[in-house]
């Protein structure tokens, strides 16, 4: 299980800032469309009842409703569970030295990204529609220093708020660590410096 | 005629293979979920409902005579 007091890797002095998910709006509409197909069978149970009860009464047809609608609705409900899972398993947690991003892909998928603070460069927050605005959520894109160029927090809530928080806790780490800070620009300089020398001399030979 | 049991047979074998995928999703919830009280809540949730149902199932199913035909021209 994911203890949020021992995460792996654990950094000395780390401490836990953010522990963040989807916002639980955007499992909303596909819950509903869920919670009615797995009330079906109880549906159909309840109109049976009230205008057609002589079928009720019929052992053939009772014992296929009861086995098949059981069947229905116990596929339904794991499904349903399954939908949850992948909502509840994804997760990005913001420390004092790290990010990670754990994102859950169906049962058997699995990715943990990490990313420390004083690699990141920029951070942006975007809020788009309706229903992101009123209930406050969005996404937020983290632009690396590193491999990985991005990390994208998905449909979080306040994200605004995150970003900034972010953005002050990278600073911070950025200061305690200047040296690695400073050698991550001058990689990232000497591999620009060295794509210009090469796009200059494809240009010489062109002769363009 | 077709026998009651062979129905019961049939739901047996769909109710084996939702307890499998039920068990490897719940496994993978135990595995990956957060540790707090919410992960264990929402699994024992799911479990229930899903016992309850298969409970109630079993039980309409021992009280057929299984040994008794379907006779589906009841049915049109």
């Not at chain 1, 109880?42 to 019929?58: A, T, V």
């Not at chain 1, 030295?97 to 975007?126: C, H, M, P, W």
């Not at chain 2, 979920?33 to 109630?56: H, M, Q, R």
Request: glycine share 6%; proline share 3%; with cysteine.
């Amino acid at each position: 299980m994911l203890d949020l007091h021992h995460l792996p890797n654990a950094i000395p002095d780390e401490k836990l800032v953010y522990f963040l998910r989807r916002h639980p709006i955007t499992l909303f509409s596909v819950i509903v469309g869920y919670l009615m197909l797995v009330t079906a069978p109880f549906l159909i149970f309840s109109y049976l009842e009230g205008f057609q009860p002589d079928i009720l009464l019929n052992q053939t047809f009772q014992a296929f409703f009861v086995f098949g609608g059981s069947i229905f609705f116990l596929f339904a409900w794991l499904f349903l569970f399954q939908l949850f899972l992948d909502y509840y398993l994804d997760s990005w947690i913001v420390t004092t030295k790290r990010v990670i991003n754990i994102e859950q892909t169906g049962l058997f998928g699995r990715t943990v990204s990490e990313l420390r603070l004083y690699r990141i460069q920029d951070v942006t927050a975007t809020v788009n529609g309706f229903t992101n605005t009123m209930f406050n959520y969005g996404d937020v894109q983290v632009q690396t220093a590193g491999e990985v160029e991005h990390f994208v927090f998905e449909q979080i809530p306040q994200p605004n708020k995150v970003a900034k928080t972010v953005l002050e806790l990278s600073e911070i780490d950025r200061r305690e660590h200047l040296d690695e800070t400073v050698e991550d620009f001058a990689m990232a300089d000497k591999r620009r410096t060295t794509k210009l020398a090469k796009i200059h001399q494809s240009i010489e030979e062109d002769g363009v | 005629m077709i026998p009651y049991s062979w129905l019961f047979i049939g739901w047996i074998i769909f109710a084996s293979i939702f307890a499998l995928a039920a068990l490897i999703t719940l496994g993978t919830m135990m595995r990956y979920g957060k540790s707090c009280s919410a992960t264990y809540l929402i699994s024992g949730v799911f479990l229930l409902v899903s016992l309850s149902v298969i409970t109630l199932t079993l039980s309409y199913a021992f009280s057929l005579d299984l040994s008794q035909g379907i006779d589906l021209s009841t049915l049109f």
